[in-house]
């Protein structure tokens, strides 16, 4: 029922900021205790947990991106942003974000190619 769509630019500049944009659609949230992620998976390469925004507003991050990443939302509550600063081609990925509860990363999007290359 619910769906996520990863939306944004797909080519970056090196230290360029990366913003992405995951839509909320389908459905209402039914839980009061929701968790919104976000994910990427570099080429040939496992999947990277990045961050997560709270029900509440709260964010956390990875540590090795924390000085870079910034996760929001807006008052709806159905559309969440991704932004990466200083990127590097080794940002290139697919990114995802998923809705899920405080133990499982639940529903995913379907990805949204990301290059970061001059």
């Known amino acids: 029922q619910v769906q996520l769509q990863e939306s944004g630019p797909g080519l970056v500049k090196p230290s360029q900021t990366l913003s992405l944009t995951c839509t909320v659609s389908?459905?209402?949230?039914?839980?009061?205790?929701?968790?919104t992620r976000w994910i990427r998976q570099p080429p040939g390469k496992g999947l990277e947990w990045m961050g997560t925004i709270s029900y509440s507003g709260g964010t956390a991050y990875s540590p090795s991106l924390k000085s870079r990443a910034s996760i929001s939302r807006d008052t709806s509550k159905t559309q969440f942003t991704l932004q990466l600063s200083s990127t590097t081609p080794e940002d290139t990925a697919v990114y995802y974000c998923?809705?899920?509860?405080?133990?499982?990363?639940?529903?995913w999007g379907q990805g949204t190619h990301v290059t970061v290359s001059s």
């Open positions: 998923a809705l899920g509860d405080v133990q499982q990363f639940g529903s």
């Open positions: 389908g459905g209402s949230i039914i839980t009061t205790y929701y968790y």
